[in-house]
């Protein structure tokens, strides 16, 4: 079956403008979380969705948002694109809420390079 | 909170020697421990889980992990490294948050090395 599909791959965007990022998840998950990969800060919890209703997030500013559609799709907003926001962001998709005794799937990731 | 941290940024072993990579959690409650690997400009592939059944853990390519609650820790071995296990490693722990909804609280990962 079809993995966790994110796109785009890469993408570089300007200071102060927004951007959107995709994620598809296998087929019959509707659990979709979203973390973030920076050299220095790791692998960071940005929100979990489950059933188009965010379950949880992490510690990132407003202007970090995201949701879930009926067929749990999920996309992830950043407005006001800061430096410090290029970054691997990665999707992972689950059966149920992450961790509990369920296996998160993970995308491949989109490269976000802000300039 | 819970947390992980996992000792040694880089480990580097020779093509068939034992690979030990340590992974420490804190956690007031029975923990779910994960280790996951990623490869270059992909994503993060899950090798184990531990879930409070055997402490024990055998993962995929050979890999396993014992968690020892005394310790608090979930080390992950293989017996003999490969060319193609040279990677960065990440042991998580699940965050049961009050509301029952968890999410993976990540090491900062350890860089795996397999000189030939």
């Known amino acids: 079956k079809a993995g966790v599909t994110q796109t785009p791959r890469y993408l570089i965007k300007t200071r102060g403008q927004q951007v959107t990022l995709s994620c598809s998840p296998i087929?019959?998950?509707?659990?979709v979380s979203w973390y973030q990969q920076t050299p220095g800060q790791g692998l960071q919890f940005l929100f979990e969705?489950?059933?188009?209703?965010?379950?949880n997030k992490g510690n990132f500013p407003g202007r970090f948002s995201g949701r879930q559609f009926s067929n749990s799709r999920s996309e992830m907003n950043v407005s006001t694109l800061e430096l410090g926001d290029s970054a691997l962001y990665l999707c992972?998709?689950?059966?149920?809420?992450?961790?509990?005794?369920?296996?998160?799937?993970f995308g491949q990731g989109t490269r976000l390079t802000v300039v | 909170a819970q947390s992980v941290t996992q000792l040694g940024s880089h480990v580097s072993v020779s093509e068939g020697a034992l690979v030990l990579l340590r992974c420490n959690y804190s956690?007031?409650?029975?923990?779910?421990l994960f280790w996951y690997v990623q490869y270059p400009n992909q994503g993060l592939q899950l090798l184990l889980k531990y879930t409070s059944a055997a402490t024990l853990v055998k993962g995929i390519n050979g890999f396993e992990a014992e968690f020892k609650k005394s310790e608090t820790s979930f080390h992950l071995t293989k017996p003999s490294a490969h060319m193609s296990d040279a990677a960065e490693y990440f042991c998580a722990v699940s965050d049961i948050g009050s509301s029952n909804t968890g999410k993976l609280i990540f090491g900062q990962g350890t860089t795996l090395q397999v000189k030939p």
């Open positions: 956690s007031s409650v029975p923990p779910y």
């Open positions: 969705y489950f059933s188009e209703t965010q379950r």
């Open positions: 087929s019959g998950h509707r659990s």
């Open positions: 992972a998709s689950s059966l149920g809420l992450t961790g509990m005794n369920t296996e998160a799937f």
